[in-house]
T-cell receptor, first 117, second 114 residues
Framework: DAGVIQSPRHEVTEMGQEVTLRCKPISGHDYLFWYRQTMMRGLELLIYFNNNVPIDDSGMPEDRFSAKMPNASFSTLKIQPSEPRDSAVYFC???????????????FGPGTRLTVL | DAKTTQPPSMDCAEGRAANLPCNHSTISGNEYVYWYRQIHSQGPQYIIHGLKNNETNEMASLIITEDRKSSTLILPHATLRDTAVYYCIVRVGPMDTGRRALTFGSGTRLQVQP
C-alpha cells in the first residue's frame, strides 16, 4: 500500500488566493483527518470524516476553511481567501473503521507545506 | 482526554537505550496510553499503545506503572534515525467515544548522538 498520499507537497501562494490541498487515504480506511502544524500551536485537528461524512469540524479556524470528502478515496481542504497566518504544514491521516477495542492507529501522510506571502 | 507531561528534550547515545517518560496522573480507567513520533519533515508515526500491561513490539517497549499515572517508552538500541519528537497521548478507546481525533502536546525532542 502506498500509504496516505497528499498533494501538493509544497505550495506557495499570495495572500487572497484560493488554496486547495488534496488527500488520498489508505484504501479501506473509514476515517480521514486533517491536522495543521505550526511552531506556535503545534499539531492540531481541523476536521475529521467518518465514511465521507464530517463528524467534528470544531477545529476549523474560520469560514475561510472548508473540507470535503466526495468519496472514500479523496478529500480536499480549501482555504479561500488565504492569509499569511495560514502558513503551516497540513497533514492528512486515515484510520481503519473496524477496530479492536484497544486499537486506534492513525496513519499520516507526508504533509503539505503551505506558505502564504 | 487526560493531560500528559513530558520533558521537552532528551539526549541519548547511539546504541544505548532511550527511556522517554510521560506523566499522566489524571488518567481514567478506560484511557489508553499511545505513543507517536514525528521525524523531521514527516508526518507522525504510530509506535505503540497500552492500557495496563507492559507492551512490546518491533519498535519499542511501553512500561506503564501499576497505578497508571506514568509510563516510559523504551527504544532498546537507539539509532540516529530515532531522532524525532515523541508524543505521549492519553485517550479513551475508540469504542468508548465517537471522537477519534488525537490531541498532541508538545512532546519530547529526542536527539540521538553518534
Amino acid at each position: 500500500d502506498a500509504g496516505v498520499i497528499q498533494s501538493p507537497r509544497h505550495e506557495v501562494t499570495e495572500m487572497g488566493q484560493e488554496v486547495t490541498l488534496r488527500c488520498k487515504p489508505i484504501s479501506g480506511h473509514d476515517y480521514l483527518f486533517w491536522y495543521r502544524q505550526t511552531m506556535m500551536r503545534g499539531l492540531e485537528l481541523l476536521i475529521y470524516f467518518n465514511n465521507n461524512v464530517p463528524i467534528d469540524d470544531s477545529g476549523m479556524p474560520e469560514d475561510r476553511f472548508s473540507a470535503k470528502m466526495p468519496n472514500a478515496s479523496f478529500s480536499t481542504l480549501k482555504i479561500q481567501p488565504s492569509e499569511p497566518r495560514d502558513s503551516a504544514v497540513y497533514f492528512c491521516a486515515s484510520s481503519p473503521g473496524i477496530v479492536l477495542a484497544s486499537t486506534d492507529t492513525q496513519y499520516f501522510g507526508p504533509g503539505t507545506r503551505l506558505t502564504v506571502l | 482526554d487526560a493531560k500528559t507531561t513530558q520533558p521537552p528534550s532528551m539526549d541519548c547515545a547511539e546504541g544505548r537505550a532511550a527511556n522517554l517518560p510521560c506523566n499522566h496522573s489524571t488518567i481514567s480507567g478506560n484511557e489508553y496510553v499511545y505513543w507517536y513520533r514525528q521525524i523531521h519533515s514527516q508526518g507522525p508515526q504510530y509506535i505503540i499503545h497500552g492500557l495496563k500491561n507492559n507492551e512490546t513490539n518491533e519498535m519499542a517497549s511501553l512500561i506503564i506503572t501499576e497505578d497508571r499515572k506514568s509510563s516510559t517508552l523504551i527504544l532498546p538500541h537507539a539509532t540516529l534515525r530515532d531522532t524525532a519528537v515523541y508524543y505521549c497521548i492519553v485517550r479513551v478507546g475508540p469504542m468508548d467515544t465517537g471522537r477519534r481525533a488525537l490531541t498532541f502536546g508538545s512532546g519530547t525532542r529526542l536527539q540521538v548522538q553518534p
